[in-house]
C-alpha cells in the first residue's frame, strides 16, 4: 500500500525558511524509475508543481521559483524534504507531495499516481 | 511553459445525467517517444487530488468505468458518463510531456 504524508509548520513569518517534508511508505526511492514531486495548491486556486527529485539524485526546479527551492531526499528514512526560502504571504497554500513511477520505462504513465493529504502553510507575521 | 486551458470553469449537472470537461493545451503534448502524457485528475471537496486517467484515455487503477477520457494533440475531453453524488468536486488536467509539468485551472462539477 502506497502512502505518502507531508509535514512541517502550520505557520511561517514572512522572510522565514520553510522545511517540509514528505514521509512515504509502500515503495523505496531508490528503486529505478522512482520519482517524488512537491506540488502546491494556494487556497481556492489551482495546482502549480514546485520541485521533483528522482532515484539517481536527479533534481528539477519550477523555473519562476528555483532560487528558492531545494530538494533532498533520505532513502533510509523514506523521505523527501523541501525547503523554500523567503517566504511571502502569496506562498500560503497545500503543500502536497506525490510520486510518478516508472520514469523512463515503457511503463511510464507521466501522472501522479499517489498523493499525501496535504499540509497547510500560512504565511502571515 | 506549456498552458492548459479547461472549459467550463463549473459544469452543473443533474444526477444520472452526463458531464463533459474539455482541456487545451498550447502545444501539442505529443512527446517525442510517441507518447501523449495527459492526463485527469479528481478533487474531492477537502481532499488531495486523485488519478483518474493517464496517457489520455487510461483508467487508473479502482476509477470506475463511467469515467473516460479522449483526445490527441492539443483537445482533450474527460467525460463522466452519468454523474453520481460522489464524482462532485473539481477536476484538473495536466501534462507532464514538457518540463515543467503544468495544470489546467480546474473545472468544478456540482449538482444541480
Known amino acids: 500500500q502506497v502512502t505518502l504524508r507531508e509535514s512541517g509548520p502550520a505557520l511561517v513569518k514572512p522572510t522565514q525558511t520553510l522545511t517540509l517534508t514528505c514521509t512515504f511508505s509502500?515503495?523505496?526511492?531508490?528503486?529505478?524509475?522512482?520519482?517524488v514531486s512537491w506540488i502546491r495548491q494556494p487556497p481556492g486556486k489551482a495546482l502549480e508543481w514546485l520541485a521533483r527529485?528522482?532515484?539517481?539524485?536527479?533534481?528539477y526546479y519550477s523555473t519562476s521559483l528555483k532560487t528558492r527551492l531545494t530538494i533532498s531526499k533520505d532513502t533510509s528514512k523514506n523521505q523527501v524534504v523541501l525547503t523554500m526560502t523567503n517566504m511571502d504571504p502569496v506562498d500560503t497554500a497545500t503543500y502536497y507531495c506525490?510520486?510518478?513511477?516508472?520514469?523512463?520505462?515503457?511503463?511510464?504513465?507521466?501522472?501522479?499516481?499517489?498523493w499525501g493529504q496535504g499540509t497547510l502553510v500560512t504565511v502571515s507575521s | 511553459d506549456i498552458v492548459m486551458t479547461q472549459t467550463p470553469l463549473s459544469s452543473p449537472v443533474t444526477l444520472g445525467q452526463p458531464a463533459s470537461i474539455s482541456c487545451r493545451s498550447s502545444q501539442s503534448l505529443v512527446h517525442s517517444d510517441g507518447n501523449t502524457y495527459l492526463s485527469w485528475l479528481q478533487q474531492r471537496p477537502g481532499q488531495p487530488p486523485r488519478l483518474l486517467i493517464y496517457?489520455?484515455?487510461n483508467r487508473f487503477s479502482g476509477v470506475p468505468d463511467r469515467f473516460s477520457g479522449s483526445g490527441a494533440g492539443t483537445d482533450f475531453t474527460l467525460k463522466i458518463s452519468r454523474v453520481e453524488a460522489e464524482d462532485v468536486g473539481v477536476y484538473y488536467c495536466m501534462q507532464a510531456t514538457q518540463f515543467p509539468p503544468t495544470f489546467g485551472g480546474g473545472t468544478k462539477v456540482e449538482i444541480k
Open positions: 527529485i528522482d532515484w539517481d539524485d536527479d533534481k
Open positions: 496517457k489520455i484515455s
Open positions: 506525490a510520486r510518478i513511477p516508472n520514469y523512463g520505462s515503457g511503463s511510464y504513465s507521466g501522472a501522479f499516481d499517489y
Open positions: 509502500g515503495f523505496s526511492l531508490s528503486t529505478s524509475g522512482m520519482c
